[in-house]
């Protein structure tokens, strides 16, 4: 189709404190490449799809818009379920378009499988859930994605784990 971007979708943890501890990099290392990626992604001119949290996700989603990126579509629950979703309204403010989800699960989800390529900023408990989410709808041949790209200084190991790995490797990019 002309004229239609190239959705991006992010995966990544929210807790910039925590993934600074467990790597051993400042949080001022990840917000800076935060600032990279947003800011590539906007000269890119596609669209960004993240969920509507803290940690690398706003911080991709600020810089995208901060760089004039055209459409940031920012997933949001419509139900708090099955976790509470108040904390993220301040997150959606990045946002060009909202895009209301049936819940938490469905945000988690979409955030996988609608767009074309998925970007791994790094690894945490809910990242591994997205991981999850790839790997079967590859292995089902089931959503959008074609494309999981890790960027190797981001990821613990600079990989992902290969539970998830040896499964998707076809569709694997490290960067």
């Given at each position: ?18 993934l ?26 596609c ?74 900023v790094?690894?945490?408990?809910g ?24 960027i ?24």
């Amino acid at each position: 189709m002309v004229g239609t971007m190239i959705k991006v979708g992010i995966i990544g943890p929210t807790n910039i404190l925590k993934l600074s501890e467990l790597t051993g990099k400042s949080k001022e290392f990840f917000l800076e490449k935060a600032q990279i990626i947003g800011k590539i992604l906007a000269e890119t001119n596609c669209e960004l799809w993240i969920n509507s949290d803290k940690g690398m996700l706003v911080a991709i989603g600020r810089a995208y818009k901060r760089f004039n990126g055209k459409k940031c579509v920012v997933l949001y629950p419509d139900k708090g379920e099955p976790w509470p979703k108040e904390h993220a309204i301040p997150y959606i403010k990045c946002a060009h378009e909202i895009r209301k989800e049936q819940n938490w699960f469905w945000s988690n989800y979409n955030v996988t499988a609608v767009p074309d390529i998925c970007i791994c900023v790094g690894l945490s408990a809910g990242v591994l859930s997205e991981l999850a989410y790839i790997k079967l709808n590859y292995q089902l041949k089931c959503g959008n994605m074609k494309k999981l790209v890790g960027i190797k200084e981001l990821l613990r190991g600079g990989r992902f784990p290969p539970e998830i790995e040896i499964d998707i490797n076809e569709i694997i990019e490290y960067i």
